[in-house]
């Protein structure tokens, strides 16, 4: 395993001569991430105190970005935003992630009845369109945060089941598998010693999937009111918001739906490039 | 005297078939019965599905016959595979999946003994190198992980995690078929040199028969589910008392698989009569209404009306 030989660093630092694209995509995604976990602490100024200038002011040296039609400078407000966004789609995810493989794994190694049952309860949950479903949850829970991540976490959920549960089907016909079990080795032991490691490298790719995914479904159920609610933002409501003074105060949507758009697109690139790195067909195998 | 280690007695595994129309039952295996006796090892011969992956399964105790028994020691099988205490073990064929390729070579060689439970953990690493060195590798080899390895050096390996627990009976399915021939040589000898060393039982499979001419002591050779012949290795390889046999022998007396002149006619088979027959250059009008059944003929069991003709042939 070249990552414990060379050290991370090192093994990034490769990824990103390899493949500039997805390297770009990593690089993005990191200062993004940055911003977000740092932006309290750099001078972009207060994202909630009202009348820091004019109100629907055009960009200016106090408001970089303008201001909203509250006067708070716009700027501050979407890297907020962005946290939001993060911090709820990422949150989702990890319990997608942890979920998805724990359902995948016992539904592929268990067979018989278990599979047949996880997966047909997986197909009704696919069956859902993704924004009626965070409406459903919305509905049942209330509009917020809570309500959010459920919905992401089990809008990403199906097709998370389906890959590792699809990887772990390969993983448990090989051999050293076959030699387990021919020794007497449980099902636990299976599923946490040959299965789990053998589909982390598609859990990690499907991750990032999942995290693009989580992203717009989190901006689009914010967009309807259905996520984060004031005084906080994400980029979803703050879209909405903006959206009102389109055509007298563009800075306010602009900005905000570039950012998510990009947050986005560098998820997706990091996610094609590990894609390309761990798929043999397309270039040297992750061990 | 003691019982055989492995003992099938009249073992059929038949499969429901899926398709909704087709009431249809097929047979894997069916009506098999064969004993290995310690530190013997039978040589399965046939042709791709003709029923020896699931002979070895079922020798393993891992799919249960829907026919008759398979015995251990003379005993059914534990309810719980952990009892076994790694009397059991497997090697298989393909070496780029030997080995899990997350770990270090040396903790997947010593599974077996962390399922058996059967050594003191401060035991376990001194037994590891021990056994690394019976396969011809170095200990120091115990701390890399399998894509750092050969092909035959993983296969080596996958051979000392099957032995590590001194097993009473162990499965080689097509172990060194993926090999090149010389190493494909330097592993069968192996195979040999330990089994004298360690004196267990073998099931050794391949469709290969100049493979199992190494290292088998009989020799039993698979047609559609069925045992046709069952033969002293010297035997078979002198006079083959089957058709089929014989056919395959010619493979690997002439070098030339050309001389395995049969259509592939799987499906078509005479209905009461023998499998074979309607492939078998031997055939004669009983052949297509009267189904043989394996008897004794010259110190060997063959499943045919002329096994005497053929053998003298």
């Known amino acids: ?287 | 005297m003691n019982p055989p280690v492995v003992h099938l007695d009249s073992v059929g595994v038949t499969y429901q078939s899926r398709r909704l129309r087709d009431s249809g039952t097929i047979a894997a295996v069916s009506g098999v019965t064969l004993a290995i006796e310690r530190g013997q090892t039978l040589g399965l011969v046939g042709e791709s599905g003709s029923g020896k992956t699931t002979l070895g399964k079922l020798c393993l105790g891992m799919i249960r016959p829907t026919q008759g028994t398979v015995q251990l020691n003379g005993q059914p099988f534990p309810r719980h595979r952990r009892e076994l205490k790694g009397r059991l073990a497997v090697v298989l064929q393909h070496p780029e999946w030997a080995l899990n390729p997350r770990l270090r070579v040396g903790i997947s060689v010593a599974e077996p003994l962390s399922i058996a439970r059967s050594l003191p953990s401060g035991k376990v690493d001194a037994t590891v190198e021990d056994m690394l060195s019976k396969v011809g590798l170095e200990p120091v080899l115990a701390r890399r992980y399998p894509h750092e390895l050969s092909g035959g050096q993983r296969q080596r390996l996958a051979i000392a995690r099957a032995l590590i627990t001194h097993p009473q009976f162990v499965v080689f399915d097509e172990a060194v078929s993926a090999l090149d021939v010389s190493i494909q040589s330097q592993v069968l000898n192996l195979i040999k040199d330990l089994q004298a060393s360690e004196g267990f039982a073998a099931l050794f499979i391949s469709h290969d028969i100049a493979v199992t001419r190494y290292v088998a002591h009989t020799i039993g050779v698979m047609y559609q589910g069925e045992l046709v012949e069952q033969a002293p290795a010297s035997t078979f390889y002198l006079k083959p008392k089957h058709p089929y046999s014989r056919a395959l022998r010619l493979t690997l007396a002439e070098e030339d698989r050309a001389a395995f002149t049969f259509k592939d006619t799987t499906g078509s088979e005479s209905a009461r009569g023998c499998l074979f027959s309607v492939r078998c250059p031997w055939a004669v009008d009983r052949c297509f209404a009267d189904k043989p059944g394996l008897r004794d003929v010259e110190g060997s069991r063959s499943a045919c009306h002329r096994a005497e003709e053929v053998g003298a042939a």
Request: charge should be neutral; charged fraction near 15%.
């Open chain 1, 1 to 287: 395993m070249t990552l414990l030989v060379r050290g991370p660093l090192s093994e990034l630092l490769d990824f990103v001569r390899r493949d500039r694209l997805s390297g770009a995509g990593a690089i993005l995604l990191a200062t993004l991430v940055l911003l977000c976990l740092f932006g309290p602490w750099l001078p972009l100024g207060d994202p909630e105190e009202i009348g820091i200038g004019p109100r629907l002011s055009v960009p200016a040296s106090g408001w970089l970005l303008g201001t909203d039609e509250l006067g708070r400078s716009v700027l501050p407000r979407i890297v907020d935003g962005l946290r939001s966004t993060f911090l709820l789609a990422g949150t989702a995810v990890v319990l997608t992630g942890l979920f998805g493989t724990l359902i995948g794994l016992v539904a592929a190694y268990a067979g018989g009845f278990v599979d047949m049952t996880i997966m047909r309860l997986v197909d009704i949950l696919f069956a859902f369109p993704p924004l009626l479903l965070g409406i459903l949850i919305a509905a049942a829970l209330g509009p917020g945060g809570t309500s959010a991540i459920l919905a992401i976490a089990l809008i990403t959920l199906p097709l998370f089941v389906r890959v590792v549960r699809a990887v772990a089907l390969s993983v448990a016909a090989r051999s050293y598998v076959i030699a387990a079990e021919v020794s007497g080795a449980g099902f636990l032991r299976v599923i946490l010693v040959h299965l789990l490691p053998n589909v982390l490298g598609a859990v990690i790719i499907q991750l990032t999937y999942a995290l693009s995914i989580g992203m717009l479904v989190e901006s689009e159920l914010s967009f309807l009111g259905l996520g984060v609610q004031p005084p906080d933002a994400s980029l979803g409501s703050l879209l909405r918001l903006g959206s009102v003074y389109l055509t007298i105060a563009p800075w306010l949507v602009f900005p905000a739906g570039l950012l998510l758009a990009t947050a986005i697109l560098s998820v997706n690139l990091l996610g094609d490039g590990l894609r390309d790195m761990i798929d043999p067909l397309r270039g040297r195998p992750l061990r």
